[in-house]
């Protein structure tokens, strides 16, 4: 065999072993902590507080199209194209269906229940950070909810980026897989909290940090801020340079803004982040907009 020949074989062995990797469904194991269900006693209450931190309603409710709250079908525009969020009611078009464990697994690892490959327009690249039991908490609230069907719109997303599959090899490239946040010791409990419901539940990094040509988070320059966030709308910097407004905040001016959207200027929040108050923020506990407000401010002199 010559080597043209050799070189030839060895690229279509390894093209056709990459095709067949990428249609292999994706059914990551699971590992939920003995003895912790979406059933037990007190997740419902957990997670109705924790669906408002993660900002559930906000992105799964096309308010202003006549939607049902939770029951999907809002339209976000990027780059790559229109994605609509889905029904996550119990219904069979919802979650109905999902166990614990296709549960975790799509909020964690962006793993559908059939094992198609999900969109990081579902910010798991921040819930991935959530622990266990508050993933499961938010199903045990959903599951609660009244039934809606709503079958899921069609995504509107032009080739190649509307095969699934190659989301798999996106994130080989820029998704580390579940990594629960752990406690910082050498921070108090409000800061570590803060941390916590910042870069994950509240998945803040993923409308404030800009994006690269592939649409990952550069992570190098977090909550710096997005010139193309969420519909191609500018989002201002939370730390850096450019965060001159937001810079001269104390922690008591944030957790105020959090609560009421009422900026130190007597402004008004504006916008997605108009939503993200009304809807989730100024439902939180004054200790956990506190905290939120803590760490961020720590961060300023990063």
């Given at each position: 065999m010559t080597p043209l020949r050799?070189?030839?074989?060895?690229a279509l062995v390894a093209g056709a072993a990459l095709f067949a990797w990428l249609l292999l469904p994706s059914r990551t194991e699971v590992r939920i902590p003995p003895g912790v269900s979406s059933a037990n006693g007190g997740m419902?209450?957990?997670?109705?507080?924790?669906?408002r931190a993660a900002?559930?309603?906000s992105c799964h409710w096309d308010k202003k199209n006549g939607g049902l709250p939770f029951a999907g079908g809002l339209a976000f525009a990027t780059p790559f194209g229109t994605f609509y969020s889905p029904n996550i009611t119990p219904d069979q078009t919802g979650i109905g269906r999902w166990s614990d464990e296709d549960f975790v697994r799509a909020l964690t690892l962006g793993e559908g229940i059939h094992g198609e490959e999900l969109y990081p327009a579902l910010p798991y690249t921040s819930y991935s950070k959530m622990t266990i039991e508050d993933a499961l908490?938010?199903?045990a609230h959903l599951v609660t909810l009244r039934p809606v069907s709503a079958p899921r719109k069609e995504n509107d997303v032009s080739f190649p980026f509307s095969w699934r599959a190659l989301t798999k090899g996106w994130k080989l490239l820029f998704f580390d897989g579940p990594k629960p946040l752990a406690d910082d010791p050498a921070h108090d409990a409000t800061w570590n909290r803060g941390r916590y419901l910042v870069e994950a539940l509240g998945h803040c990094a993923e409308c404030h940090t800009p994006r690269n040509i592939f649409g990952a988070r550069v992570d190098s320059q977090a909550l710096q801020g997005n010139p193309k966030g969420p519909d191609g709308a500018k989002v201002p910097a939370l730390v850096g340079p450019a965060a001159k407004d937001f810079a001269s905040w104390s922690v008591d001016q944030v957790a105020e803004y959090l609560k009421s959207g009422t900026k130190p200027d007597f402004d008004s929040a504006q916008g997605p982040m108009a939503e993200?108050?009304?809807?989730g923020a100024k439902h939180l506990s004054d200790e956990d907009r506190r905290a939120i407000a803590t760490y961020l401010k720590s961060l300023d002199s990063k």
């Amino acid at each position: 065999m010559t080597p043209l020949r050799l070189v030839f074989l060895v690229a279509l062995v390894a093209g056709a072993a990459l095709f067949a990797w990428l249609l292999l469904p994706s059914r990551t194991e699971v590992r939920i902590p003995p003895g912790v269900s979406s059933a037990n006693g007190g997740m419902m209450e957990r997670g109705a507080y924790v669906v408002r931190a993660a900002g559930c309603v906000s992105c799964h409710w096309d308010k202003k199209n006549g939607g049902l709250p939770f029951a999907g079908g809002l339209a976000f525009a990027t780059p790559f194209g229109t994605f609509y969020s889905p029904n996550i009611t119990p219904d069979q078009t919802g979650i109905g269906r999902w166990s614990d464990e296709d549960f975790v697994r799509a909020l964690t690892l962006g793993e559908g229940i059939h094992g198609e490959e999900l969109y990081p327009a579902l910010p798991y690249t921040s819930y991935s950070k959530m622990t266990i039991e508050d993933a499961l908490a938010i199903k045990a609230h959903l599951v609660t909810l009244r039934p809606v069907s709503a079958p899921r719109k069609e995504n509107d997303v032009s080739f190649p980026f509307s095969w699934r599959a190659l989301t798999k090899g996106w994130k080989l490239l820029f998704f580390d897989g579940p990594k629960p946040l752990a406690d910082d010791p050498a921070h108090d409990a409000t800061w570590n909290r803060g941390r916590y419901l910042v870069e994950a539940l509240g998945h803040c990094a993923e409308c404030h940090t800009p994006r690269n040509i592939f649409g990952a988070r550069v992570d190098s320059q977090a909550l710096q801020g997005n010139p193309k966030g969420p519909d191609g709308a500018k989002v201002p910097a939370l730390v850096g340079p450019a965060a001159k407004d937001f810079a001269s905040w104390s922690v008591d001016q944030v957790a105020e803004y959090l609560k009421s959207g009422t900026k130190p200027d007597f402004d008004s929040a504006q916008g997605p982040m108009a939503e993200v108050i009304e809807d989730g923020a100024k439902h939180l506990s004054d200790e956990d907009r506190r905290a939120i407000a803590t760490y961020l401010k720590s961060l300023d002199s990063k």
